[in-house]
């Protein structure tokens, strides 16, 4: 069945700084690979995605990388601001019944 | 555009009570999933739902948690009887095709 490992599971990090995510996944029909950030009493809101096609994808500070062949995917966050802290999580979708599988998450906590 | 709409919010019961959640997903989202998050952990797929039909619910403990959706939009999920180890956030998200939004989420407390 799917299944997705993220790392790590805190990152502290100075203003300023980039935070990278990682997520490996081990079913090669998995054709879309979305990034959620969760705060604190609020629902996973939709930060980035890549579709299978496609190896690199950037929103403002926000980039996510796929590398197909080794299964594996990276949420980069450059100028790291105190309000991006917060639980990031990766999901894979199986590209066939649009099933949703999460990573166990990353506590990301920017240090002003 | 309205998002996804759960209720209550929050829910404290005693152990063997029963509950129910209520989801409303945005208009013309086929597919409506619901998750369970213990404290700490990645959300955990319970159900999904394609229209009216179920698509997975290999990860739903049927003797005690079951689910519905009437007509293709609404969705209740059930507990009866309800165990300590229950206590999660519930979570409902729908989509059209690949984005999925996620509702606020109910909070249960089994005590």
């Known amino acids: 069945g799917e299944n997705v490992e993220q790392h790590p599971s805190t990152l502290s990090v100075q203003e300023g700084d980039s935070a990278v995510i990682k997520c490996t996944y081990s079913?090669?029909?998995?054709?879309?690979f979305p990034w959620y950030k969760q705060e604190l009493g609020k629902g996973p809101q939709l930060i980035i995605d890549?579709?299978?096609?496609?190896g690199e994808k950037k929103d403002q500070r926000i980039a996510v990388t796929l590398n197909k062949t080794a299964k594996h995917f990276s949420l980069h966050i450059t100028e790291t601001q105190p309000e991006d802290s917060a639980v990031y999580f990766c999901?894979?979708?199986?590209?066939?019944?649009?099933?949703?599988?999460f990573g166990k998450g990353t506590l990301l906590t920017v240090n002003p | 555009e309205a998002g996804v709409a759960q209720s209550p919010r929050y829910k404290i019961i005693e152990k063997r009570q029963s509950v129910a959640f209520w989801c409303n997903p945005i208009?013309?989202?086929?597919?409506l999933y619901w998750y369970q998050q213990i404290l700490g952990q990645g959300p955990k797929l319970l159900i999904q739902?394609?229209?009216?039909?179920?698509?997975?619910d290999s990860q739903l403990p049927k003797d005690r948690f079951s689910a519905e959706r009437l007509k293709g939009v609404d969705s209740t999920l059930k507990i009866q009887p309800a165990k300590l180890e229950d206590s999660a956030v519930y979570l409902c998200?729908?989509?059209?095709?690949?984005?999925?939004?996620f509702g606020q989420g109910t909070r249960l407390t089994v005590v």
């Open positions: 998200a729908s989509s059209f095709q690949y984005e999925a939004f």
């Open positions: 079913d090669s029909a998995s054709n879309y």
């Open positions: 890549i579709r299978s096609n496609v």
């Open positions: 999901a894979i979708h199986d590209g066939s019944n649009y099933k949703l599988t």
């Open positions: 208009s013309g989202h086929a597919t």
């Open positions: 739902f394609q229209n009216n039909g179920v698509v997975d």
